[in-house]
């Protein structure tokens, strides 16, 4: 027994240099060997908790570990022992000064209870959901959540890192915009703490990272993010990435850094519709304590269709408005500050133009574009068409392929994927798409 003890001590020494150091102290470091009866080895753990975990997290590192020590596998048995050491709950301070890299806290009020869930979102709030329950351990690593401006992208992300703060598993987790990432590498080469840079950012159990798409140029934090995105991998940590577009539609990032993107799980986020809207604008409400009747609401819902931020920041007018000139909150005052808002913003080009504007200069009959046409000239110019739809509208996929020939989601997104990579290799293709826009913006 005691050359067996000796054994799973040299196991544990292996472990120890392949699992994030907080990880191996919580995990692994309590357990001891009660038996190896050369099939088998029972080992001791605190409670089935943690019995549990190191059956769905580390089966696969433990068992290539013995193998390398003892010359032959071994299969795995947890007993709870309750004298084993108890782990230490994990709020570990990070391996570098604070001072120098301090943490971005996560904004308590964005979890998944006050995220409204509807058609434009729902796909990517399960996988959200997913990561949350099973950090590491699932098969969405990494988690890539893309979309536009104010869709929700952060809510979900911050959602994320809050639900696994708050499970008790005690992961270490880092909450970093792309900016952050690369301000921090900035400092460290200045102050020449490469060494503590990496180590920072590659202890982490939970990494999520807001606005990749800023990375784009940065060849140096490029490498950096490569790196901590490998190390991560190999040692179990989850990486979730928020962009405001796919990884194939992001120009000046390696290509090493795109394939890895693309290796787990990518899930958009669409504008939300009227329904979805409404649902959104009656929960804040609520929380805010405000009453407007249905039919109020309906017209807000209706006259904010871009996106949730661009509806929040009308709410706050709205409420900032109606308290400071004490005014109710009435259907004139409302179609009042629509308008005003209305006069900023550009025009907003329609699907119905697009598909005039398209069909006009590629000289094909605006019908074909909705057509079951397979010839390549009408179907190019119906990609094309999606294309901008996409990009300068606030339209989700379904309305565009329901308004092109009732196509599905699938078809619009492989519309948009053949025109951004045409665009790279195909000048002619660009200098088309430039004249329409100028037409359509005129």
């Given at each position: 027994?005691?050359?067996?003890?000796?054994?799973w001590q040299e196991c544990?020494?292996?472990?120890?240099?392949?699992?994030?150091?907080?990880?191996?102290?919580?995990?692994?470091?309590?357990?001891?060997?009660?038996?190896?009866?050369?099939?088998?080895?029972?080992?001791?753990?605190?409670?089935?908790?943690?019995?549990?975990?190191?059956?769905n997290n580390y089966t696969e590192q433990i068992v290539q570990a013995v193998r390398e020590v003892c010359g032959a596998p071994r299969k795995l048995k947890y007993c709870v022992s309750p004298s084993t050491p108890r782990p230490v709950p994990v709020q570990p301070p990070p391996p570098v000064p604070m001072d120098n890299y301090s943490r971005t806290l996560l904004n308590r009020r964005y979890?998944?209870?006050?995220?409204?869930?509807?058609?434009?979102?729902?796909?990517?709030?399960?996988?959200?959901?997913?990561?949350?329950?099973?950090?590491?351990?699932?098969?969405?690593?990494?988690?890539?959540?893309?979309?536009?401006?104010?869709?929700?992208?952060?809510?979900?992300?911050?959602?994320?890192?809050?639900?696994?703060?708050?499970?008790?598993?005690?992961l270490n987790i880092l909450y970093v915009t792309s900016e952050k990432f690369t301000n921090d590498f900035i400092r460290a080469i200045a102050e020449q703490k490469t060494a503590d840079f990496a180590n920072y950012y590659r202890s982490v159990d939970l990494l999520l990272i807001d606005d990749i798409q800023f990375l784009t140029g940065k060849e140096a934090t490029q490498v950096q993010f490569f790196h901590t995105f490998n190390s991560l991998q190999q040692t179990g940590g989850q990486i979730v990435m928020t962009s405001d577009r796919p990884p194939h539609e992001i120009h000046g990032l390696e290509e090493r850094l795109l394939s890895r993107?693309?290796?787990?799980?990518?899930?958009?986020?669409?504008?939300?519709?009227?329904?979805?809207?409404?649902?959104?604008?009656n929960k804040r409400l609520s929380a805010e304590g405000l009453k407007v009747s249905p039919e109020i609401a309906a017209m807000i819902a209706d006259g904010i269709r871009s996106n949730v931020r661009e509806l929040e920041g009308f709410l706050i007018g709205l409420s900032a408005c109606s308290s400071l000139t004490r005014q109710e909150i009435t259907a004139e005052l409302v179609t009042q500050l629509l308008e005003k808002r209305a006069s900023k913003k550009p025009k907003e080009i329609s699907l119905e133009e697009i598909q005039k504007t398209v069909s006009e200069y590629l000289r094909v009959s605006p019908e074909s574009l909705k057509s079951k046409n397979k010839t390549l000239e009408v179907v190019t110019a119906r990609q094309i068409a999606m294309y901008i739809a996409k990009h300068h509208t606030g339209h989700s996929l379904k309305k565009i392929g329901e308004f092109f020939g009732n196509r599905d989601h699938s078809t619009v997104i492989h519309a948009i994927t053949k025109i951004a990579e045409s665009l790279s290799i195909d000048g002619n293709l660009k200098h088309r798409l430039d004249e329409i826009l100028k037409r359509l913006t005129a």
């Open positions: 027994m005691q050359s067996a003890n000796v054994s544990l020494s292996v472990l120890s240099e392949r699992i994030q150091p907080q990880s191996f102290k919580t995990w692994l470091k309590p357990t001891q060997l009660i038996s190896d009866d050369g099939n088998f080895l029972e080992i001791a753990v605190p409670n089935r908790f943690v019995a549990n975990w190191l059956e979890t998944f209870d006050n995220f409204v869930v509807g058609d434009s979102n729902q796909f990517a709030h399960a996988a959200a959901v997913a990561v949350a329950d099973a950090p590491g351990r699932n098969k969405f690593n990494p988690l890539y959540l893309y979309g536009g401006v104010g869709l929700g992208k952060t809510h979900l992300v911050q959602a994320i890192g809050n639900a696994v703060a708050g499970n008790g598993a005690g993107f693309q290796c787990g799980l990518v899930a958009d986020i669409q504008p939300p519709d009227f329904e979805m809207r409404l649902a959104i604008l």
